[in-house]
């Protein structure tokens, strides 16, 4: 396979993220190669469809994390890639999925797939990678990794109907955003590390550990997204800044500014927020009013100690290289840029 053809782990740190890649690099072409056996399908929109989505430049974090969580827990095989590609078919499910509920025409610097093939096949599609999912998983014949992978999408369904209950809402709390971003972001990473314990062979402590980990890196990740709509590029962010204000999401950074802010400023959030069409200079106002008033630097220590404690999780595994590996990435998801 061409490595230029692979998705990169992108972080403003290089010699982090060459330092995780130049690690990984053999499992993420395993992963690449059962992607693309996986989606062949014998109706073709299908596997068009699935190739689209999976070939936008995703960081395959999500299966990357089960094969990790294995290996620290002993395995030493190759049976673990299909298992693995289970978790970002789920993850390309939603995004399917998310890109029709936000009407997003933007997604990883190309257009949406919902805006070339219409709605309708979209989210059929994302169906039938659901299905595909726990068909791969069932393969594998045990129960206790199944329930844990429909648990995770039960969650994550509901994390979607929260997240629509408070669209528009700018009185949602702290509390029920983080209610919103572990049930659609965190939960499936947790699940992806703790399913690599089972697999690797780990016992009740490790899968709680690993599952304590992906958890909080999940928290963290999503974190981190929340800033870079204030503060990222378009062509790093692979879709517009300021989309999710946009698409009328309040996230912790502008739940924050309007906590802090002067009671003006609150007036004029409010009243940027909840028009119809906000223009680019409109947004640009908000999102100087989210800096100013420390909605980034507040956001962003969250995302750090949510950082750290995943980190303090694999305390209870000896030192290592693979250690090492999951030790970066909860680093390079502070440093991130994309």
């Known amino acids: ?65 089960m094969i990790l969580g294995s290996r620290l827990c002993g395995y030493s095989g190759t049976n673990d890639a299909p298992l693995a590609v289970v978790f970002e078919f789920v993850h390309a499910a939603t995004l399917l999925h998310d890109d029709v509920v936000d009407h997003a025409e933007i997604r990883r610097n190309r257009p949406a797939a919902n805006t070339i093939w219409g709605n309708p096949a979209v989210v059929l599609v994302g169906d039938f990678l659901y299905s595909k999912s726990i068909q791969m998983a069932v393969g594998y014949q ?34 029920e955003y983080l209610q919103v971003i572990t049930r659609k972001t965190a939960v499936l990473i947790g699940a992806a590390c703790r399913v690599g314990a089972i697999f690797g062979g780990g016992g009740s402590a490790e899968e709680k550990a690993l599952g304590d980990y992906g958890h909080n890196l999940g928290i963290s990740f999503q974190l981190i997204d929340d800033t870079l709509d204030f503060t990222g590029e378009t062509k790093e962010l692979g879709k517009p800044v300021g989309n999710d204000i946009q698409e009328g999401k309040a996230t912790l950074p502008l739940i924050h500014a309007l906590r802090n ?78």
């Open 1 to 65: 396979m061409d490595a230029s053809a692979l998705p990169t782990l992108n972080s403003c740190h290089g010699n982090l993220k060459e330092r995780i890649y130049s690690r990984v690099r053999p499992d993420m072409i395993r992963i690449e190669e059962e992607i693309n056996r996986l989606l062949i399908s014998d109706i073709p929109l299908i596997s068009v469809i699935g190739r689209y989505i999976m070939g936008s430049g995703g960081k395959r974090l999500r299966p990357l994390l």
């Open 142 to 175: 045990d129960i206790r990794i199944l329930e844990i992978l429909l648990d995770a999408t039960t969650r994550m369904s509901e994390g979607e109907v929260l997240q629509l209950i408070h669209s528009d809402d700018l009185e949602i709390s702290e509390t």
């Open 261 to 338: 802010a002067k009671p003006a400023e609150r007036k004029r959030l409010l009243q940027i927020f909840s028009s119809d069409v906000i223009t680019e200079n409109e947004a640009a106002e908000l999102r100087n009013v989210v800096i100013r008033t420390g909605g980034i630097d507040y956001t962003h220590e969250l995302a750090s100690r949510h950082a750290m404690e995943a980190r303090e999780a694999l305390s209870i595994f000896p030192d290592g290289p693979v250690k090492e590996i999951l030790v970066d990435i909860a680093e390079y998801v502070i440093y991130r840029r994309t």
